[in-house]
């Protein structure tokens, strides 16, 4: 019915697969069970999913023009990861609130610019290590204690790792390109490696043990 409702056409007329093609956005209805029918919106670019059930991520293989991917709020197989990696040309993706608390299979998602992953329960971050196009990273409200694996993402220009459980952010030292930092609420006790972000314009190291 909501792709229906795109193309502007009634319950009772047959919809073909090219008055599909036009279609480049699309949020997906609340209550959704089945997804299949994304394989006939090929033309995706962005796609919203927010507070549902997905059974499998497969059903977004087919979307190899998509580029922006919402999934907040949604629960899907973790092993699903991976195929959000075939994805050629997905660049933002926000798994915010998706109760995840390992990132394994991620890691071949290369191509990402913007990964917004707040409100999870992760801890480790190595399949974030390759990363090294993302340029806005979110990482607020989960349980990470070491930043280390981000020290090779030099590109990073927005970082938000607030309300975690650090100890120092001196592993950022490399990421001279950030020019906003959030690292409140965490257990802090020294700002070594900030000095060496000199394009910083934002910093907010509050509710720490400084």
Request: with cysteine; hydrophobic share 40%.
């Amino acid at each position: 019915a909501a792709i229906r409702e795109l193309i502007h056409t009634s319950a009772t007329t047959t919809v073909y697969t090219d008055a599909l093609w036009d279609i480049t956005e699309f949020t997906v209805p609340e209550g959704t069970k089945d997804f299949s029918d994304l394989a006939y919106l090929p033309n995706l670019t962005s796609l919203t999913i927010n507070n549902l059930e997905i059974p499998s991520l497969e059903c977004l293989t087919p979307l190899s023009k998509l580029v922006v991917l919402d999934l907040t709020g949604c629960s899907f197989p973790v092993d699903d990861l991976k195929i959000l990696g075939t994805l050629p040309s997905l660049s933002s993706l926000t798994m915010a609130e998706c109760s995840l608390s390992t990132l394994a299979g991620l890691e071949s998602a290369k191509n990402l610019t913007l990964l917004d992953l707040r409100g999870n329960t992760l801890k480790k971050l190595d399949p974030l290590s390759g990363m090294t196009s993302l340029a806005e990273l979110n990482l607020q409200n989960n349980a990470v204690t070491d930043l280390t694996v981000l020290s090779g993402l030099t590109n990073l220009v927005k970082l938000n790792v607030g309300f975690n459980a650090l100890t120092s952010l001196s592993p950022l030292r490399s990421c001279t390109r950030l020019t906003w930092l959030n690292a409140d609420n965490n257990q802090i006790t020294v700002l070594d490696g900030v000095e060496a972000l000199t394009g910083l314009t934002t910093l907010n190291v509050s509710y720490n043990k400084l």
